[in-house]
C-alpha cells in the first residue's frame, strides 16, 4: 500500500486546516489508515484512526472534538479537518496503514505501510 500525505500548511491559533492521505496498491477493504504526528524532540503520536470497512474511528485525547476523520471510498482517502488549532498541533503530520484491528490508539511501531509527512505549523 502506498501513501501520501499533504494539505499541510501554516495556520493561526484557532484556525483549520484539512489533511488528505492517497491510497493505494493492495487490498484497502481490509486495513485501518491512521494520522499521527511528530513535534520536534517527540516521539511520534497517534492522532486518529478509520478502518477502511466499516468506518469505526479512534481520536486521541487531545484531539477528540476538534480533528474529525473521515474517508471517501471512490476515491480511496481518508482526510482529517482539523478545527481549533492550537500551537502544540505544530508536527509534522503522517499517514499510515495496517492490516492489524486495534480498539484504542494505533501504536506506531503497529503501522505496516507510512507515507511521507506533510508539515502543520500553527502560530500562536
Known amino acids: 500500500v502506498q501513501l501520501q500525505a499533504y494539505g499541510g500548511g501554516l495556520v493561526q491559533a484557532g484556525g483549520s486546516l484539512r489533511l488528505s492521505c492517497s491510497a493505494s496498491?493492495?487490498?484497502?477493504?481490509?486495513?485501518?489508515i491512521g494520522w499521527f504526528r511528530q513535534a520536534p524532540g517527540e516521539e511520534r503520536e497517534f492522532v486518529s484512526g478509520?478502518?477502511?470497512?466499516?468506518?469505526?474511528?479512534n481520536y486521541a485525547d487531545s484531539v477528540r472534538g476538534r480533528f474529525t476523520i473521515s474517508k471517501y471510498n471512490s476515491l480511496n482517502k481518508v482526510y482529517l479537518q482539523m478545527n481549533s488549532l492550537k500551537p502544540e498541533d505544530t508536527a509534522i503530520y503522517y499517514c499510515?496503514?495496517?492490516?492489524?484491528?486495534?480498539?484504542?490508539?494505533?501504536?506506531?511501531?503497529?503501522?505496516?505501510?507510512w507515507g511521507k509527512g506533510t508539515l502543520v505549523t500553527v502560530s500562536s
Open positions: 499510515a496503514a495496517t492490516a492489524r484491528t486495534y480498539s484504542g490508539n494505533y501504536p506506531p511501531r503497529g503501522m505496516d505501510y
Open positions: 496498491g493492495g487490498t484497502l477493504s481490509n486495513i485501518a
Open positions: 478509520i478502518t477502511w470497512r466499516a468506518g469505526r474511528t
